[in-house]
């Protein structure tokens, strides 16, 4: 019973790391740039940026009640109730209740549109004109923050939108706010900042708006090649492995030498096999019942995750979600079809737009972070949420604390990462992708050096390549201020 509440417990600490919240407001100055584009930046994910009753007294966020107090409140009287009634039975359902009340606000209906009356803020003009915009340091704001210094409040534009949304109708959004952004500026194209979610949403605007008003578009630690986590949690793939265990234990908490060495102590005592066959016996019980209570209630019909899902997994995954239950969802998969085709085009259109419609692509993805054990391709590189793989648009990439097998690694390729992790020769753009180590996603905060290498690649005269400047080779290292490093190891 000891270890069953053990893994219990495990269970919902590895689940609450996922849950990042940005929120914070500061000003910023304004100091124009003659002869830019003007900037357009899509937001990814923003689990506050919905809201319940949107307008009225009532507004509140989507996840209303989702807070490290409710997280450790519902724990604690999970524990309580499962040894009370010495039942795990009775402690999962009080969490399952908890993270139901909590998750159900961003619910969708069979057509995929939101369940509730929500909302969300949108800046319609250049943000310089309002007077109460919420710059912050970090993730999109913080790249707000940065163009509007560097190029004036007058000439960036955000693109704030409901990220459950099917991209096809964000895609119609984006339109607008483009042709806005060239209508009140006289530039004839924008430069697109495509953040996380924002990916496969300028993806959808391309294969709906074609490019031609697009000069340069940047994919930050994006989503435009899909997310594996999304197809595998979508085929019912929930399992853990020592290895997976391990490498997100060690990642998390293995900072110290010392605290190193202990990590890897345990592992060779086997403790991470021990843990990881408790924690998928729990797993295996109750999957089905999270499934059921939360995945498929909340979530199996938010038409942005099924733009995620990688082409290849894509009949899985509609038969684990939806068979057997007849034609109830036909409507809704129609919809996922239309998705589907997209991205299996993707390559093609994105090659096409580069080649044949001038559009400036650059990519930059993080790696050398460890996921969340709890599906089976969480052994892979990425940066705690996504694959390095699909962010960079087809790199081949390493596990996790390994390296590229030496018939990679001595093939001669240019595109090799110095710690020997990524073969970066086959991605969709191979000379204008960067890997930036121990850089977190979307982390291009304002004021770091990060964010300078942002400007450098809207700013730069024509493409900028990995080859350009010397500062930014294809390959480089971030510390805890974004500070950038070209001593890769």
Same mark, same amino acid.
């Given at each position: 019973m000891k270890k069953r509440f053990v893994s219990l417990g495990l269970c919902v600490a590895i689940i609450t790391c996922l849950l990042r919240v940005p929120v914070s407001a500061a000003s910023s100055e304004q100091t124009g740039r003659d002869g830019a584009c003007p900037v357009v930046i899509v937001r990814g994910v923003d689990l506050n940026g919905i809201y319940l009753d949107f307008g009225k007294k009532s507004q509140r966020s989507c %996840? +209303?009640?989702?807070?490290?107090?409710? %997280?450790?409140?519902?724990?604690?009287?999970?524990?309580?109730?499962g040894l009370f009634n010495m039942s795990m039975d009775?402690?999962? *359902?009080? %969490?399952?209740? !908890?993270?139901?009340?909590?998750?159900?606000?961003?619910?969708?209906?069979? @057509?995929?549109?939101?369940?509730?009356?929500?909302? !969300?803020?949108e800046y319609e003009n250049a943000v310089g004109t309002?007077?109460?915009?919420?710059?912050?340091?970090?993730?999109?704001?913080? %790249?707000?923050?940065?163009?509007? @210094?560097?190029y004036g409040g007058?000439?960036? !534009?955000?693109?704030?939108?409901?990220?459950?949304? *099917? #991209?096809?109708?964000?895609? +119609?959004?984006i339109a607008e706010y483009i042709d806005r952004a060239i209508a009140q500026t006289g530039s004839p194209k924008v430069n697109l900042v495509s953040a996380s979610m924002g990916g496969v949403m300028t993806v959808a605007y391309i294969?709906?708006?074609?490019?031609?008003?697009?000069?340069?578009c940047v994919f930050l630690s994006s989503t435009f090649y899909g997310a594996k986590v999304v197809s595998e949690l979508f085929q019912g793939k929930v399992e853990t492995s020592p290895r997976s265990l391990y490498n997100f234990v060690l990642c998390n908490m293995g900072k110290g030498s010392a605290s190193r060495f202990i990590i890897k102590g345990l592992e060779r005592v086997g403790i991470f096999n021990a843990v990881s066959a408790g924690l998928n016996k729990f797993l295996s019980r109750y999957k089905q019942l999270f499934y059921d209570e939360i995945l498929k209630e909340c979530f199996c019909h938010t038409l942005s995750f099924w733009s995620l899902v990688l082409p290849e997994d894509y009949d899985d995954c509609v038969s684990f979600l939806f068979g057997g239950e007849g034609g109830a969802n036909d409507a809704f998969t129609a919809k996922t079809d239309a998705l589907r085709l997209m991205m299996e085009g993707r390559d093609a259109l994105l090659k096409d737009a580069a080649e044949n419609g001038g559009v400036i692509f650059s990519v930059v993805t993080t790696y050398n972070s460890a996921h969340v054990?709890? !599906?089976?391709?969480?052994?892979?590189?990425?940066?705690n949420g996504l694959e390095t793989a699909y962010m960079s648009g087809g790199a081949k990439v390493a596990d996790y604390g @390994?390296?590229? #097998?030496?018939e990679i690694l001595n093939g001669g390729s240019e595109h090799i990462s110095p710690d020997?992790?990524?073969?970066?020769? +086959?991605?969709?753009?191979?000379?204008?992708?960067?890997?930036i180590k121990d850089g977190p996603h979307v982390g291009f905060n304002y004021g770091t050096e990060c964010s300078d290498f942002l400007l450098w690649m809207l700013d730069y005269d024509g493409q900028a390549t990995v080859f350009s400047d010397g500062r930014y080779p294809q390959f480089m290292r971030a510390d805890k201020e974004l500070a950038l490093y070209t001593d890769v190891r």
């Open positions: %996840i +209303d009640g989702l807070n490290a107090a409710g %997280i450790v409140k519902t724990l604690f009287a999970a524990l309580a109730k009775s402690a999962v *359902d009080v %969490i399952l209740k !908890y993270a139901g009340g909590v998750l159900k606000g961003l619910s969708c209906d069979s @057509e995929g549109d939101s369940v509730f009356d929500v909302g !969300y803020y309002y007077e109460s915009f919420p710059y912050a340091d970090g993730n999109e704001m913080g %790249i707000i923050k940065s163009a509007v @210094e560097h007058e000439n960036v !534009y955000y693109v704030n939108y409901d990220w459950r949304a *099917d #991209p096809r109708d964000v895609a +119609d959004l294969a709906e708006y074609g490019c031609a008003k697009l000069n340069k054990p709890l !599906y089976p391709s969480a052994v892979l590189n990425g940066d @390994e390296k590229l #097998p030496d020997g992790v990524i073969d970066a020769s +086959d991605c969709l753009f191979r000379n204008s992708t960067w890997f």
